[in-house]
């Protein structure tokens, strides 16, 4: 079973960067889709970024792409989200997902790491 640790949520500047991180444990990544997401107050829980971690493949809503990079550390087995030009709307919980390649559900969740963008 795949289970997920995200770090490096906090405060930053309009404007600023963050890196996210996700370990990912219990197993191979092999066959796996990761993905980023965010939820808001109020709002449902959006994706930012997924790459195929065999083929290394991305994919991007319109609101991450050119600013937010979602990438892999094999040997590490971990997944990045690096966030630049920051703004107060991209302020939301950020979670790391695990899915196998095909399947429409995410299974596997981590805890949540909170991003918050000052004005």
Same mark, same amino acid.
């Given at each position: 079973?795949? $289970? ?8 930053? $500047? ?13 197993? %191979?990544?092999? /066959? ?6 965010? $939820?808001?107050? /109020? &709002?449902? @829980?959006? +994706? ?10 991305? +994919?991007?809503?319109?609101?991450? &792409? ?5 990438? @892999?550390?094999?040997? &590490?087995? %971990?997944?990045?989200? $690096? ?10 919980? +950020?979670?790391?997902?695990? @899915? ?7 299974? +596997?969740?981590?805890?949540? %790491? ?6």
């Amino acid at each position: 079973q795949v $289970q997920l640790e995200e770090s490096g949520g906090g405060l930053v $500047q309009t404007g600023g960067s963050l890196r996210l991180s996700c370990v990912a444990s219990g197993g %191979t990544l092999s /066959g796996y889709d990761l993905g980023w997401f965010r $939820q808001a107050p /109020g &709002k449902e @829980r959006e +994706y930012v970024g997924i790459i195929n971690w065999i083929t290394g493949n991305t +994919y991007y809503p319109d609101s991450a &792409k050119g600013r937010f990079t979602i990438s @892999r550390d094999n040997a &590490k087995t %971990t997944v990045f989200l $690096q966030m630049n030009s920051l703004q107060p709307e991209d302020t939301a919980v +950020y979670y790391c997902g695990a @899915r196998r390649s095909g399947s429409r559900e995410y299974n +596997y969740w981590g805890q949540g %790491t909170q991003v918050t963008v000052s004005s």
